[in-house]
């Protein structure tokens, strides 16, 4: 019929707009292995891919969502849902740890997809209207634009997220990027419930020209990575899962295909490791820094 895509067409079409949008870095490709979903805990998710995580938390009345990976990541995560027996209409509220393109660079795509609605910080929302980060980002002379996403809510003075009986809790976790954000929430198996948290990235990185130690770009850097930091050390937490998952240890559990004994993936101090690992980062950071005044 004139006017009409057939089903070969429209997944054409799809795949044009998913390639478009994509994304080419030094890391991408790698990042975007395929990874074979898995259960981490209860009602809580793998979704991501190989090199970045997406945590998908299910209830009945419906499912959240973290971090949307790379723009032609989104496909990909759409299909884990799929693979596990989730429809991703179900998905009401999408979360975001931090607004670079390797953790929100999807999340258009992701909200396209499922019509839900996109809750961050309020200077991360700001960005993820637009795509492009600001100036005050310590990464913003590197760092690349993405599809800007649509309903976008701020977190105004909210200190958690509900969706149905899910109550996911807001812990700001800025200094990585001035509105970075990590969740916590629980999770529970027949009687016995964990807390999980995802923990936004806590690296002291940046563009050549930008100092932790004091930049009027971003002049609480420093002590808000350091706040972060301390902010994850306290966090309730038996199972903790990073934007990167390499970072705290995922796949020496768990394989590609999903497989791998889960019991292991609860450590009680696991956020202490990784804000502890956080923190060498930052003071070796700091410490180039003064070396090279």
């Known amino acids: 019929m004139r006017g009409a895509l057939s089903v070969g067409a429209a997944c054409l079409v799809w795949s044009i707009n998913v390639l ?56 990909l995560i759409a299909q884990h849902m799929k693979q596990l027996g989730f429809d ?8 975001n740890s931090h607004v670079h393109y390797d953790h929100a660079g999807g999340l258009a795509d992701l909200q396209k997809m499922s019509g839900a609605k996109v809750i961050a910080s309020d200077i991360a929302a700001r960005v993820l209207r637009t795509g492009k980060v600001e100036a005050n980002d310590p990464q913003f002379e590197i760092i690349k634009s993405y599809p800007a996403v649509s309903n976008v809510e701020g977190l105004g003075t909210r200190t958690s997220v509900n969706v149905g009986k899910l109550q996911l809790q807001v812990i700001h976790t800025p200094g990585h990027t001035p509105g970075g954000t990590s969740w916590s929430w629980k999770s529970c198996e027949a009687d016995r419930c964990l ?23 971003y002049p609480n850097a420093r002590a ?18 990073a934007p990167h998952p390499e970072l705290n240890g995922l796949w020496s559990i768990i ?39």
């Open 255 to 293: 394989d590609e295909r999903g497989q791998g004994d889960r019991a292991k993936l609860i450590d009680s101090d696991s956020c202490k490791g990784y804000a502890a690992a956080g923190k060498g980062r930052l003071d070796k950071r700091l410490k180039d820094e003064s070396a090279h005044r």
């Open 20 to 75: 478009a949008a994509s994304i080419d870095c030094e890391r991408c490709e790698e990042w975007n292995r395929e990874q074979a979903p898995f259960r981490i805990f209860g009602d809580t998710y793998y979704v991501g891919v190989h090199g970045l995580s997406s945590v998908l938390i299910t209830s009945a009345e419906g499912h959240v969502l973290i971090d949307g990976a790379l723009p032609q990541s989104a496909a």
């Open 195 to 217: 807390n999980v948290v995802y923990g936004d990235s806590l690296n002291a990185v940046s563009d050549d020209s930008f100092k932790y130690g004091g930049d009027k770009r």
């Open 88 to 95: 991703i209409h179900d998905v009401k509220v999408i979360l």
């Open 224 to 241: 808000d990575m350091e706040s972060s930091i301390a902010a994850l050390a306290a966090a309730p937490c038996d199972i903790l899962i």
